[in-house]
């Protein structure tokens, strides 16, 4: 059990050192949506083995969670439906496979696919919060550097 909070804890600090500044948040009434994305070569090869992700230079991770807002914190983590869309500036659509990610009431969304060097990936988001009806929907942009 401490194995896996310590590589829970890896894989955040090691996205968190690298994303600070490009780590995005959007509020949806009592909702916040932290996101981010990177190439997943930042990932010690322990944390990127026991959640499956394949290490490289040409793979982005698109991070998510989903905090439910609490007054005098910084908010619950929640369970929600997760639905993921890449598309490059060649207009290429990817739909990508979201996986949750669970480890101490910490909830994750993860999903990965293929960039290239100077590549800019506009990622499209469908957040639909447990127990909710309502969608919540945003898109953000990120290029990435491979070389």
């Given at each position: 059990m401490?194995?896996?909070i310590s590589i829970?804890?890896?894989i955040l600090m090691s996205t968190t050192?690298?994303?600070v500044s490009a780590e995005q948040s959007k509020s949806f009434g009592d909702y916040?949506?932290?996101?981010?994305?990177?190439?997943?070569?930042?990932?010690?090869?322990?944390?990127?083995?026991?959640?499956?992700?394949?290490?490289?230079?040409?793979?982005?991770l698109l991070n998510i969670s989903v905090l439910k807002k609490v007054m005098g914190t910084a908010g619950t983590p929640i369970s929600a439906k997760v639905e993921a869309t890449?598309?490059?500036?060649?207009?290429?659509?990817?739909?990508?496979?979201?996986r949750e990610l669970r480890e101490h009431g910490a909830i994750y969304y993860i999903a990965e696919t293929t960039?290239?060097?100077?590549?800019?990936?506009?990622y499209?988001?469908?957040i639909t919060p447990e127990d909710e009806?309502?969608?919540y929907s945003f898109s953000f942009q990120q290029q990435f550097f491979t070389e």
């Open positions: 401490i194995k896996r829970l804890l890896a050192i690298f994303t916040t949506v932290h996101f981010s994305a990177f190439t997943t070569d930042i990932l010690t090869p322990e944390v990127a083995r026991s959640y499956r992700i394949s290490r490289s230079k040409n793979r982005s890449a598309t490059n500036l060649s207009a290429q659509l990817r739909e990508l496979d979201v960039v290239n060097n100077k590549e800019t990936l506009k499209t988001l469908t009806t309502e969608s």
